[in-house]
């Protein structure tokens, strides 16, 4: 059996004295680790800010897509900060869990809605299509990197 490494994120829970990552159901099926079994664990801190970095990545994605391209830096910057804010509120709907079952599925679309609607309502119609268009193009770029 070729040994990989499987990355995930979820939240610290504590137990007792000790703290505990649930592993969500489809990483232990892909591991094929069982109840009572040894895993090897390696661990960071996640961090969550957007930063620098992140935000040339946004950019320099929206310059390459022909959808994007007409967007000014500040009208990036605008946007992928939206974008960033999403995916944490996202995240926050569910304690830091990656989406593991319906409930958390749900719990995480809600708050997803919830985040475009207050988007709509506060910058308007046209920033907000803006946006979806926007999120669009870094969904389709980070799906076609995996």
Request: glycine content about 6%; hydrophobic content about 40%.
């Amino acid at each position: 059996m070729k040994e990989e490494w499987v990355s995930f994120a979820n939240a610290l829970i504590k137990q007792g004295n000790s703290f505990c990552v649930r592993i969500p159901n489809n990483v232990i099926k892909e591991t094929g680790i069982r109840n009572g079994g040894l895993a090897a664990i390696k661990i960071k801190k996640l961090d969550l800010e957007l930063t620098g970095n992140v935000l040339e990545a946004y950019y320099k994605v929206a310059n390459q897509s022909v959808e994007l391209k007409h967007l000014s830096k500040d009208k990036i910057m605008v946007l992928s900060t939206l974008l960033f804010n999403e995916g944490k509120t996202c995240l926050g709907a569910n304690k830091g869990a990656v989406m593991q079952d319906k409930r958390q599925g749900l719990n995480m679309m809600k708050a997803y809605n919830k985040h475009r609607e207050q988007i709509k309502k506060e910058f308007g119609e046209k920033l907000y299509k803006e946006y979806l268009v926007f999120a669009k193009v870094m969904a389709e770029k980070i799906q076609k990197q995996s």
